[in-house]
């Protein structure tokens, strides 16, 4: 089974770019998807999760600007992002927990995509 990001790319500040993760096989077995980004000698930061009935939870840091949510046949997570600010430049990754979601500790998450470069000019 593999998580499978895409919809990365370079974008202005203040504009909007969606991400897309593609999962299949998670979808029916997992309680927890989330959406994760790092930077270059950072930790990895938790943004946005959600649980098998839907309900979303975000970090301060992009409440109100991002939105998670999955697609209709439950094979793709997306995470929108509008507003983009040059701090928001980093690779994004998915991620799947079996257990459900417990917060935005990437420990909690055992299984990752291979991440997707987003990139935001001032």
């Known amino acids: 089974a593999q998580l499978k990001e895409s919809g990365g790319g370079s974008v202005p500040a203040g504009g909007s770019l969606r991400v897309s993760c593609a999962a299949p096989?998670?979808?029916?077995?997992?309680?927890?998807m989330a959406w994760f980004r790092q930077t270059s000698g950072k930790e990895r930061e938790g943004l946005a999760s959600i649980t098998t009935l839907g309900t979303p939870t975000y970090a301060d840091s992009v409440k109100g600007r991002f939105t998670i949510s999955k697609s209709d046949d439950k094979t793709t997570l997306y995470l929108q992002m509008n507003d983009l600010k040059p701090e928001d430049t980093a690779i994004y990754y998915c991620a799947a927990n079996l257990g459900g979601c417990y917060g935005l500790d990437p420990d909690q998450f055992p299984d990752w995509g291979q991440g997707t470069q987003v990139t935001v000019s001032s």
């Open positions: 096989e998670f979808f029916s077995r997992t309680r927890c």
